[in-house]
């Protein structure tokens, strides 16, 4: 099992950043595809980025250019730097740990942070 805590989300002005964080309990070297989801009011959850334990990152197209990932896993934790923010990057956005126990994958979440972006 791993516990996640995300922080860093807020308010901010279109065009703006943020620098969202996800702390894992445990070593994360070994997890493979960690990600940040987003979920905005009356939406479904949706991938926004993901990195592989090697680094190989891939995005949803409406961030590609302007959201970075990156893991530190001497720290044991996920990053999500948010440049040029939208409005429509308003959501909840949460940290997501896939790990296989030999049988199944389970996902662990953190409980999330809200980013929201004004006009």
């Known amino acids: 099992q791993v516990q996640l805590v995300e922080s860093g989300g807020g308010l901010v002005q279109a065009g703006g950043s943020l620098t969202l964080s996800c702390a894992a309990s445990?070593?994360?070297?070994?997890?493979?595809?960690m990600g940040w989801y987003r979920q905005a009011p009356g939406k479904q959850r949706e991938l926004v980025a993901a990195?592989?334990?090697?680094?190989?990152?891939n995005y949803e197209d409406s961030v590609k250019g302007r959201f970075t990932i990156s893991r530190d896993n001497a720290k044991n934790t996920l990053y999500l730097q948010m440049n040029s923010l939208k409005p429509e990057d308003t959501a909840i956005y949460y940290c997501n740990a896939p790990l296989w126990d030999g049988a199944a994958w389970h996902h662990y979440w953190g409980q999330g942070t809200q980013v929201t972006v004004s006009s």
């Open positions: 445990g070593s994360i070297s070994s997890i493979n595809n």
């Open positions: 990195v592989s334990d090697g680094g190989i990152t």
